[in-house]
T-cell receptor, first 112, second 116 residues
């Protein structure tokens, strides 16, 4: 069975600081992995996805994630946080079939 | 073009009543998904449709939940005899296709259901 675990339900950073949101996956087959962002009272928006083409994936708004098979991780990073990055972030793996299995989410707070 | 739309945006109902939630996918998208987002359970898959194939209902939590998709486009999620634990945000997503391709799922804004 496939699953994802997001470490830390809440992460707080200062504006300009590095953002690191952690995601570990469990999958018996090569996984397809995704990061989505949800701004308050809005739907989910895709940040980036890993589909085995390249281990370092660049997404929108300056975010990127690196697939590390040896660590079963797909952590999301951004070099410099902006106030507008404050949102909830979800890591997801695509299950056999096509539906997504989501982690519990990490709320990112950015302070000035 | 237009994204995924859902209606109503908010629904308040009394316990025991039936509710219908509507999803309009992106035009041309053959795959449609329903998810539920609640405080206790996070984001859960409910059901997905691919073209004219039989839907994957493996995520539906009980037989009070059902969904249909008419004409391969609009979908309606129906919850019968609502319970307070059904209170959640119901999200719909669509993608161009499914099967072996990893196609991006585009999400609607959701319907917030409150069962009193």
């Amino acid at each position: 069975a496939q699953s994802v675990t997001q470490l830390g339900s809440h992460v707080s950073v200062s504006e300009g600081a590095l953002v690191l949101l952690r995601c570990n996956y469990s999958s018996s087959v090569p996984p397809y992995l995704f990061w989505y962002v949800q701004y308050p009272n809005q739907g989910l928006q895709l940040l980036l996805k890993y589909t085995s083409a390249a281990t370092l994936v660049k997404g929108i708004n300056g975010f990127e994630a690196e697939f590390k098979k040896s660590e079963t991780s797909f952590h999301l990073t951004k070099p410099s946080a902006h106030m507008s990055d404050a949102a909830e972030y979800f890591c997801a793996v695509r299950k056999a079939g096509t539906a997504l299995i989501f982690g519990k989410g990490t709320t990112l707070s950015v302070s000035s | 073009g237009a994204g995924v739309s859902q209606s109503p945006s908010n629904k308040v109902t009394e316990k025991g009543k039936d509710v219908e939630l509507r999803c309009d996918p992106i035009s041309g998208h053959t795959a449609l998904y329903w998810y539920r987002q609640s405080l206790g359970q996070g984001l859960e898959f409910l059901i997905y449709f691919q073209g004219n194939s039989a839907p994957d209902k493996s995520g539906l939590p009980s037989d009070r939940f059902s969904a249909e998709r008419t004409g391969g486009s609009v979908s309606t999620l129906t919850i019968q005899r609502t319970q307070q634990e059904d209170s959640a945000v119901y999200l719909c997503a669509s993608s161009r296709t499914s099967g072996g391709e990893v196609d991006t799922q585009y999400f609607g804004p959701g319907t917030r259901l409150t069962v009193l």
